[in-house]
C-alpha cells in the first residue's frame, strides 16, 4: 500500500525556518516525481515545488523561489523541504504527493502537516 | 503561466442530480488535465486523469471530458459521499496550476 507521511510542521516566528519532511513507503521512491502542494486555510491548492526521480529536475512556484529548497533521499525514501525566511503568506497544511513524472497527474498525497508562521 | 478558471464557485444539488463542473484554460493544455475531490480536512483525491481516464477505484458515476482549453467534470447522479470540493489542475507544463475549486453542497 503507498504510504506518505508528512511531518516537520508546526508553529514558526516570521522570517524563521522550518524543515519537512516525507516519509514514503509501498512503491518504488527513486522511480517517481514529487511534489509539494500546499493549501492555506480556506483556501485553494498551490503546486509549490517538484524534484524528479533523480533530482536533475527542480522547479519552484515562484512565491517560494530562493527560499524553499526541495530534496530527496532515495536511499531512505524521503523528500524535504527546507524553509526559510517564511513569512504569514506561507501558513498552510503541506501536502507531499507523487506523480509519474515531473509535469503529471499527483495519484498519491500524504495526510497534510500544518505550518504556521506567525508571531 | 496557465491560469485555470472553474465554475460555478459553489453548486447546490441534491441526491441524485446530474452535476456538471467546467474548468477552463488560459491557453491550450491538450488533454493534461486532472480533477481531484477534496473533503474537510482531508488530502485531495485523484478522480479523473488526462481529462477523461478514471482512476482505478472511482466509482463510474465520474467521468471527464474535454481538450485544449474546456473541460467538464460530470457526476451522472451525486451519491451523499460525493458532497465535496472539487479542483481542476492542469499539467501542460511543471507545477500544474490548479482551478480554485467548486464545492458541491447539498440542496
Request: one cysteine or more; proline letters at 3%; aromatic letters at 12%.
Amino acid at each position: 500500500e503507498v504510504q506518505l507521511v508528512e511531518s516537520g510542521g508546526g508553529l514558526v516566528k516570521p522570517g524563521g525556518s522550518l524543515r519537512l519532511s516525507c516519509a514514503a513507503s509501498g512503491f518504488t521512491f527513486s522511480s517517481y516525481s514529487m511534489n509539494w502542494v500546499r493549501q492555506a486555510p480556506g483556501k485553494g491548492l498551490e503546486w509549490v515545488s517538484s524534484i524528479s526521480s533523480s533530482s536533475s529536475y527542480i522547479y519552484y512556484a515562484d512565491s517560494v523561489k530562493g527560499r524553499f529548497t526541495i530534496s530527496r533521499d532515495n536511499a531512505k525514501n524521503s523528500l524535504y523541504l527546507q524553509m526559510n525566511s517564511l513569512r504569514a503568506e506561507d501558513t498552510a497544511v503541506y501536502y507531499c504527493a507523487r506523480t509519474e513524472g515531473i509535469a503529471a497527474e499527483a495519484d498519491y498525497w500524504g495526510q497534510g502537516t500544518l505550518v504556521t508562521v506567525s508571531s | 503561466d496557465i491560469q485555470m478558471t472553474q465554475s460555478p464557485s459553489t453548486l447546490s444539488a441534491s441526491v441524485g442530480d446530474r452535476v456538471t463542473i467546467t474548468c477552463r484554460a488560459s491557453q491550450s493544455i491538450s488533454s493534461w488535465l486532472a480533477w481531484y475531490q477534496q473533503k474537510p480536512g482531508k488530502a485531495p483525491k485523484l478522480l479523473i486523469y488526462k481529462a477523461s481516464s478514471l482512476e482505478s477505484g472511482v466509482p463510474s458515476r465520474f467521468s471527464g471530458s474535454g481538450s485544449g482549453t474546456e473541460f467538464t467534470l460530470t457526476i451522472s447522479s451525486l451519491q451523499p459521499d460525493d458532497f465535496a470540493t472539487y479542483y481542476c489542475q492542469q499539467y501542460n507544463s511543471y507545477l500544474g496550476t490548479f482551478g480554485q475549486g467548486t464545492k458541491v453542497e447539498i440542496k
